[in-house]
């Protein structure tokens, strides 16, 4: 893209929130972004939500606050179609003065997972499932969002409703539009189980090309919203009586020659597979501070409320927090189902994806798969709170393997330190923090 058609664009990376942290930039500058003169604090990809240093971080006081340096992805720079002033947003990612992968980078720490599978050949392809709810924001209190077509506040669900696809038809077709503009590829939209709830499918695509049209698309949808007059959140739980937003992730693996390891001809699929999901399932539990990163994560994960809260897998199962998809052989895929609409795509992927690598480099066997209702099984659960989430974390060895010491360190202290704020706020309250931010 030719940044100088603008006047000014923006440059970006994601903290450990998923949030986007950067600069805008005259268009004089585009010709410098690939030099890695483009700096910004490492601090800065490890702000709370709220968006405050992290206090006692060894990346500030303690190192004087030193600068990385920012290049651009390879995801290329896209436009911003929310906007009322055409601009342009470069992704980037961070690495250290000497060149270095920032390991507080979430991008990076996918991209080294993404590389254990390279490491055999391999390629891993993914899709997600974006499920986000139009809300009301103006009051004291949180509400449903107004049906477009009466004005009246909406009170009941719409589950695979024509007719409430109809009443947002305007800004469900720019969606469309904007994906088109951005070339991110938005195939299915329906209207979910919650009042005014709403769930997009992207493209099966290279794993990594998949988590950065996640994140763009989470904040295209926000600004979108914000431009037909809604609020979009992706918050896991908006409304404590009503269906929570989740973020399904599908994956699958080709090799060299561009097949399937998870496909042997039949429904069953490959030892390879079972090892996958035998790695997801072991990781499970200690990986629920990514699949559930804040205060209002946890008020999704009860039991019976159509999020998995119990490590168990099944064969075309939805109750199942790992699903076996059905369909064409050569098409078999995991689906993961824990996590919240709430989560930084970079991390729940490098989660899901090196504790599926783990599990296939350690040859694990999963239990036996789980028919019927998966809500009733007696299952390993995930964590029961945040804060054991937080501890839990911090201390398992699989996900050592997985994420970088520093990595580790730097979101563990940052979710103590959200923790210990957001429990001086009334719960009632808690979507003012959350409603736009994640």
Same mark, same amino acid.
């Given at each position: 893209?030719?940044?100088?058609?603008?006047?000014?664009?923006?440059?970006?990376?994601?903290?450990?929130?998923?949030?986007?942290?950067?600069?805008?930039?005259?268009?004089?500058?585009?010709?410098?972004?690939?030099?890695?003169?483009?700096?910004? +604090?490492?601090?800065?990809?490890?702000?709370?939500?709220?968006?405050?240093?992290?206090?006692?971080?060894?990346?500030?006081?303690?190192?004087?606050?030193?600068?990385?340096?920012?290049?651009?992805?390879?995801?290329?720079?896209v436009?911003?179609?929310?906007?009322?002033?055409?601009?342009?947003?470069?992704?980037?990612?961070?690495?250290?003065?000497?060149?270095?992968?920032?390991?507080?980078?979430?991008?990076?720490?996918?991209?080294?997972?993404?590389?254990?599978?390279a490491?055999?050949?391999?390629?891993?392809?993914?899709?997600?499932?974006?499920?986000?709810t139009?809300?009301?924001p103006?009051?004291?209190?949180?509400?449903?969002?107004?049906?477009?077509?009466?004005?009246?506040?909406?009170?009941?669900?719409?589950?695979?409703?024509?007719?409430?696809?109809?009443?947002?038809?305007?800004?469900?077709?720019d969606?469309?539009?904007?994906?088109?503009?951005?070339?991110?590829?938005?195939?299915?939209?329906?209207?979910?189980?919650?009042?005014?709830?709403?769930?997009?499918?992207?493209?099966?695509?290279?794993?990594?090309?998949?988590?950065?049209?996640?994140?763009?698309?989470?904040?295209?949808?926000?600004?979108?919203?914000?431009?037909?007059?809604?609020?979009?959140?992706?918050?896991?739980?908006?409304?404590?009586?009503?269906?929570?937003?989740?973020?399904?992730?599908?994956?699958?693996?080709?090799?060299?020659?561009?097949?399937?390891?998870?496909?042997?001809?039949?429904?069953?699929?490959?030892?390879?597979?079972?090892?996958?999901?035998?790695?997801?399932?072991?990781?499970? +539990?200690?990986?629920?501070?990514?699949?559930?990163?804040?205060?209002?994560?946890?008020?999704?994960?009860?039991?019976?409320?159509?999020?998995?809260?119990?490590?168990?897998?099944?064969?075309?199962?939805?109750?199942?927090a790992?699903?076996?998809p059905?369909?064409?052989?050569?098409?078999r895929?995991?689906?993961?189902?824990?996590?919240?609409?709430?989560?930084?795509?970079?991390?729940?992927?490098?989660?899901?994806?090196?504790?599926a690598i783990?599990?296939?480099?350690?040859?694990?066997?999963? +239990?036996?798969?789980?028919?019927?209702?998966?809500?009733?099984?007696?299952?390993?659960?995930?964590?029961?709170?945040?804060?054991?989430?937080?501890?839990?974390?911090?201390?398992?060895?699989?996900?050592?393997?997985?994420?970088?010491?520093?990595l580790?360190?730097?979101?563990?202290?940052?979710?103590?330190?959200?923790?210990?704020?957001?429990?001086?706020?009334?719960?009632?309250?808690?979507?003012?923090?959350?409603?736009?931010?994640?």
């Amino acid at each position: 893209m030719d940044l100088t058609q603008f006047q000014t664009f923006r440059v970006a990376a994601c903290d450990l929130n998923g949030r986007m942290r950067g600069k805008r930039l005259p268009a004089s500058h585009g010709d410098k972004l690939g030099g890695g003169t483009l700096r910004m +604090p490492l601090s800065s990809l490890n702000l709370d939500v709220f968006g405050a240093d992290i206090e006692n971080s060894p990346l500030v006081f303690e190192t004087g606050d030193i600068d990385g340096c920012l290049f651009p992805t390879e995801r290329g720079a896209v436009p911003l179609p929310w906007l009322d002033v055409p601009q342009a947003l470069v992704p980037m990612v961070m690495h250290t003065e000497d060149g270095a992968p920032f390991a507080g980078d979430p991008r990076h720490a996918l991209a080294a997972v993404l590389d254990r599978y390279a490491a055999r050949g391999w390629e891993v392809f993914a899709a997600t499932e974006l499920e986000f709810t139009l809300v009301d924001p103006s009051g004291k209190s949180l509400k449903t969002v107004r049906d477009p077509r009466s004005g009246r506040r909406m009170k009941a669900p719409g589950i695979l409703s024509l007719g409430q696809m109809d009443a947002f038809d305007a800004f469900l077709s720019d969606l469309y539009s904007a994906g088109a503009e951005m070339e991110i590829p938005v195939e299915t939209a329906i209207s979910e189980a919650g009042i005014g709830q709403f769930e997009l499918t992207l493209h099966h695509q290279s794993a990594m090309r998949a988590a950065d049209d996640t994140w763009l698309f989470k904040t295209m949808i926000k600004g979108l919203a914000r431009q037909h007059g809604y609020v979009a959140t992706f918050m896991a739980k908006p409304f404590a009586d009503d269906t929570g937003n989740g973020m399904h992730m599908h994956f699958s693996v080709l090799d060299g020659d561009g097949r399937n390891v998870f496909d042997d001809g039949t429904e069953r699929g490959t030892d390879i597979l079972r090892s996958a999901v035998a790695g997801c399932l072991a990781a499970m +539990p200690p990986s629920t501070l990514i699949f559930a990163p804040h205060a209002n994560s946890y008020a999704r994960l009860v039991p019976g409320a159509h999020a998995p809260t119990g490590a168990g897998w099944g064969y075309e199962n939805r109750t199942a927090a790992v699903r076996i998809p059905g369909g064409p052989n050569a098409a078999r895929r995991i689906e993961h189902r824990v996590a919240g609409g709430d989560i930084n795509p970079y991390l729940s992927f490098a989660a899901i994806l090196g504790a599926a690598i783990t599990g296939i480099e350690d040859g694990m066997t999963p +239990p036996a798969p789980i028919t019927g209702n998966a809500y009733e099984a007696d299952l390993p659960q995930l964590a029961a709170d945040w804060g054991a989430a937080i501890d839990l974390f911090e201390a398992d060895p699989l996900i050592a393997r997985i994420f970088p010491a520093e990595l580790i360190r730097n979101l563990v202290m940052t979710k103590r330190q959200e923790h210990a704020h957001i429990s001086k706020i009334d719960a009632e309250d808690h979507w003012k923090t959350y409603l736009e931010t994640v």
